[in-house]
Nanobody, 119 residues
Framework: QVQLVESGGGLVQAGGSLRLSCAAS????MGWFRQAPGKEREFVAS????????YYADAVKGRFTISRDNAKNTVDLQMNSLKPEDTAVYYC????????????????WGQGTQVTVSS
């Protein structure tokens, strides 16, 4: 069974930075999603396995960076210039097949980590 364990969430002021990390039990295509209260889960970023091709939602492009360490089976999300609208529970997701941004295509999900950005 695939296990995903997220870490790194917390409270930060607007303009600040946070780094989320997701440890997987194997090498998979990985993505980050987020869900704010009262809203649907939305795509944030994704990365392929070996070459590490990345894709970002327009809302985070230029501010967030997804990266992976295949030796450790970890995927990180560096979040800079955070805004109050980035406040959400962030989820790490994984699948054996590539999906750029569709949450329905990801089979495995972490428990989520809260990110709160104060104004």
């Amino acid at each position: 069974q695939v296990q995903l364990v997220e870490s790194g969430g917390g409270l930060v002021q607007a303009g600040g930075s946070l780094r989320l990390s997701c440890a997987a039990s194997g090498r998979y295509y990985m993505g980050w999603f987020r869900q704010a209260p009262g809203k649907e889960r939305e795509f944030v970023a994704s990365i392929t396995t070996n070459v590490g091709i990345t894709y970002y939602a327009d809302a985070v492009k230029g501010r967030f960076t997804i990266s992976r360490d295949n030796a450790k089976n970890t995927v990180d999300l560096q979040m800079n210039s955070l805004k109050p609208e980035d406040t959400a529970v962030y989820y790490c997701a994984a699948d054996a097949s590539y999906s750029r941004s569709a949450s329905r295509d990801y089979t495995y999900w972490g428990q989520g980590t809260q990110v709160t950005v104060s104004s």
